[in-house]
Structures are given as C-alpha cells and as structure tokens.
C-alpha cells in the first residue's frame, strides 16, 4: 500500500485550520470557552510554540490513522501478508491471487473518493470521539455544550481529513 505523505501533511492541516474557524468568538469560540471555563487571561498564559507544534504532531498521528480507516487497501495486503508467509506474493491463480486482483479491479477506486474518506472519518469521530469525550466531560463536570463544541470539531475534522487521505491517491 502506497502512502501520500503530502496528503498526510495536507490532511494534519485541517484541524489547526478549522479550529481557527470553529473556535473563533463569532462562530463556538464564545460557547467554547465558557463551556470549558476558559478565560483570556488563560488563553494568554501558554507556549503556543509547544501547543501547536504538538498540536500538528497529534493531527499528523489522526492523518495517519485516517489513512488506513478510510482507505481499507492496508487491511487487504495485511490479509496477503498473513495470508502468503510474509512474501506478499499469492499463487498464481489461487484463491487469494483472485480475491486480491478482484479488490483492485472492482473495490478499490470506490474507497479512493472524498466521499468514501469523509464517511468513514465521520463515523470514526461518532464511534470513537464522541464516546471518549463524552465520558471525560462526564467526569470533569462539563456540560453538553462542551461536548457538542468539541465533538462536533472532530467530527468534522475527520470528515474532512478521510475525505483527503482517500481521494488524494
């Protein structure tokens, strides 16, 4: 499976693009913040140079992640790895030679499309993110305003960024 890693740097963009959007006081940012406690002065107070860079790290690790959830090729060749020994190489002709060339024949220009990506980062942030925020919130006292600000962002941003990963072959 061949990776773009221009994709992956594109796609670990996105959060610190729309979080510059989502977060701003006109559009969730007002909501955000008094959801969260947050104050200015707060705000103020940190390393922006470590806040962001392992901010794009972190998006870097979900692009990633993305890459292999949206795209289904990784699980297909980890079947033929296991599948052959580790060669990679299915007998001509056998079952797998055939199951393998069907997949790239017939399956896999359909997972390769912005709209398969987006799908799929959208139900990784429903099935994955909303769960885990949502139980933090629960235990940090947090009100359902948090976490609809922040999952609703996630849920987004990994729409968007399976939607790249995948289409950007």
């Known amino acids: 499976m061949e990776i773009n890693f221009i994709a992956l740097v594109v796609a670990a963009l996105v959060p610190m693009a729309l979080g510059f959007v989502w977060y701003h006081n006109k559009v969730f940012g007002a909501a955000w913040m008094k959801a969260a406690g947050m104050t200015e002065e707060k705000m103020q107070g940190g390393n922006m140079a470590l806040i962001f860079g392992l901010s794009f790290l972190f998006s870097l690790m979900l692009a990633m992640e993305m890459n292999s959830v949206a795209i289904h090729d990784g699980f297909v060749y980890g ?91």
């Open 79 to 169: 079947a033929t790895y296991y599948a052959t020994g580790g060669t990679m190489q299915p007998e001509s002709g056998s079952e797998l030679a055939r199951w393998v060339e069907y997949y790239q024949t017939n399956l896999a220009t359909a997972n390769h499309t912005f709209k398969h990506g987006a799908f799929h980062g959208v139900l990784f942030g429903v099935f994955l993110v909303l769960p885990v925020m949502a139980t933090n919130a629960l235990f940090e006292r947090k009100g359902y305003k948090y976490v609809l600000v922040n999952v609703g962002y996630w849920i987004v941003c990994l729409g968007i960024m399976g939607g790249i990963v995948a289409a950007w072959r």
